[in-house]
């Protein structure tokens, strides 16, 4: 029998470091259509075009290596992760195209998986998949650039909230604390099975309910963790409050961190964002899971705070494991206060 697993080596922990890309970004010229009507400017989840004052296009790209053996799974987290900027922005995707890096000498029937594994999404998403393109390299990686469509005036943005709105989060964190510990042995295979099913899972089915609220601003948390995301939504002009207690956390990511099973991505996230973050809680291991990077994350909603709850029940009702987690405030001396 073929060995059809995978060398573990990335998902969204191989992430550029979100400092890089500023500077790098700053320097590369562009130009501006009028039919772009959100772009890299604002770091939003996809990028949206105009084409007729009320439809909108949407946008975006999103591959990495294997962060788990099994190639069909992973297939399906890459393609899950590829989709969920397309609801991040509260819109529905239409198709997607395959984007392949595999060694020359590799099997066929492990890229085969791969594919597999991420069509089977696409469909699950009621998408197309139109193509794609594919290239020998000496590591695996796989993704999908994806569009979608949208009304204008319903797009959602990641950084448009209004103070005293509450945040869902939509998704437990931990999922690389928990895939690296349960590579040495420390987090359990049910930790592990709980991760993979947390990331194979489309952020569909929480936007389908949260788009019947008053949502004022999203994305979705990948791999610059739940604080960076967030940081991104406040901007200069909020601050977010977040209560630890009500944070939604996958069983085992905090063991892992408090056996000091850390990851890259995450120290990378910290060094980035503790000077705008501010714990009034003694808990390193919290810490930890909310500089994790996220591989195929949850969405990240301000709310109407009036709204929050109703949303919240709908939400758990659909089997979706969300959680009011804090709420926006006026801007006040740090980004985000944990408490």
């Known amino acids: 029998m073929y060995n059809l697993e995978l060398e573990v ?19 590369i010229p562009n130009f501006k259509r009028d039919d772009i009507i959100v772009g890299y400017d604002s770091k939003d989840d996809s990028a949206v075009i105009n084409i007729d004052d009320k439809t909108g296009i949407i946008t975006t790209l999103d591959f990495f290596p294997p962060m788990v053996k099994d190639p069909y799974v992973f297939g399906q987290i890459a393609a899950a992760n590829a989709l969920s900027d397309i609801y991040a922005m509260g819109a529905d995707p239409i198709c997607a195209l395959n984007i392949v890096a595999f060694p020359e000498e590799g099997r066929v029937e492990v890229l ?3 594919l597999k594994g991420g069509a089977d999404k696409v469909i699950e998403a009621r998408a197309s998949l139109v193509g794609g393109h594919s290239i020998h390299d000496p590591k695996v990686k796989y993704g999908m650039t994806v569009i979608g469509r949208c009304d204008i005036e319903k797009i959602w943005q990641n950084n448009t909230p209004n103070p005293g709105d509450k945040l869902i989060l939509t998704k437990p964190l931990g999922v690389t604390l928990v895939v690296n510990s349960h590579s040495v042995d420390i987090a359990s295979d049910e930790e592990f099975e709980n991760a993979v099913k947390s990331m194979t899972k489309l952020n569909k089915y929480a936007k389908d309910v949260l788009r019947k609220y008053n949502i004022s601003s999203a994305t979705d ?77 949850g969405l990240l909603v301000s709310i109407d705070k009036d709204e929050a709850e109703d949303a919240l029940k709908e ?16 801007k006040f001396d740090k980004n985000i206060f944990i408490i």
């Open 9 to 27: 080596c990335g998902g969204c922990n191989a992430k550029i470091p979100a400092a890089s890309l500023d500077e790098i970004l700053k320097s």
């Open 315 to 330: 939400l758990r009702e659909n089997n979706v494991e969300a959680s009011i987690i804090g709420e926006i405030h006026k």
């Open 221 to 297: 948390v990948t791999g610059f963790g739940l604080l960076g995301h967030l940081s991104e939504m406040v901007g200069d002009e909020f601050t977010a409050v977040l209560n630890a207690d009500e944070i939604p956390i996958l069983p085992g990511a905090k063991h892992a961190a408090d056996e000091f099973v850390f990851t890259k991505g995450g120290q990378r996230n910290r060094l980035f964002m503790e000077n705008s973050v501010e714990f009034q809680v003694d808990d390193f291991a919290l810490e930890e899971v909310l500089y994790d990077p996220q591989t195929s994350g």
């Open 112 to 114: 085969e998986e791969i």
